[in-house]
């Protein structure tokens, strides 16, 4: 078992000379070395012994090492191929620890964790909102999803209506779950620096508030959201004017003026 921890700048710097590592900017790569941070994410990731957590991206082990301390038992997903080897390493002596090499886009995640789990990642921030919209859309038994993205986004999923960020993120996350923004995690956490603030945003998983047709309901929503200067009046003309006249809503209004509520009244009306 390797000590001292994995997030620490002196053993992470180790880790890559020996193993001839670099980050690699294509996949969004950054070593987190902080281990408060780790704990933090631990922590409000309520992990308790035996729970089942799917990481995406474990990269050298970092946060994988903090979930396995407290008892998880972890299934990772890693698309690097460089990384497996590095893992049995870094990671060797935790038999509660399960890699799958491979796109998180592409496994069918409902044959890989078919009982109730929660998800922990430091997601790559060229595809977060591909990977948010897939764990929350895709149906699975997850009841918590813990990631660290950048505050830009963290601060789209968590928006009221009413926000110049509310936007079609905000309304799919808040869709079906209640998201919170923990904690941000500053640049100097990770090897190298990036140029930008992350934050730590807790999802808790609940089922869609509404009994309607979800396909409708987010076309509706990503047309609304398409052209967000313009009224409802004109974004969404295409889906008849008489409907949205009689939709109860003012069609005067913008989208990002709508709560859930709204949207859903908005879409069952243009769907008669």
Known sequence: MLHPLIADPSATR????????RAVKGLGQNFLIDADIVRGIVEVADICAGDAVLEIGPGIGT???????????????????????????????????RLIEGDILK?????????????????????????????????????????????????????????????????????????????DVPPESFLPSPEITSSVVVCDVHKPPFDIDEDFF???????????????????????????????IDVKRRAETLSLEEFAALATALQK
């Open 14 to 21: 180790h880790i890559l000379k020996k193993f001839k590592l």
């Open 63 to 97: 946060l994988t090492q903090g979930l396995l301390e407290a008892g998880a038992h972890v299934t990772a997903v890693e698309v690097d191929k460089k990384l497996p080897a590095v893992l049995k390493e870094t990671l060797a002596g935790y038999e509660n620890f």
């Open 107 to 183: 496994i069918n995640l409902s044959e890989l964790m078919p009982k109730p789990f929660k998800v922990a990642a430091n997601l790559p921030y060229y595809i977060t909102t591909q990977i948010l919209l897939t764990l929350l859309e895709k149906d699975l038994p997850a009841t918590k999803i813990v990631t660290m993205v950048q505050r830009e986004v963290a601060e789209r999923m968590t928006a009221a209506p009413g926000s110049k960020i509310y936007g079609a993120l905000s309304v799919a996350v808040q869709f079906r779950s209640e998201p919170r923004l923990a904690f």
């Open 218 to 248: 987010f076309k509706v929503v990503r047309t609304a959201f398409a052209q967000r200067r313009k009224t409802l009046l004109n974004s969404l003309a295409s889906f008849g004017r008489e409907k949205l006249l009689a939709s109860g």
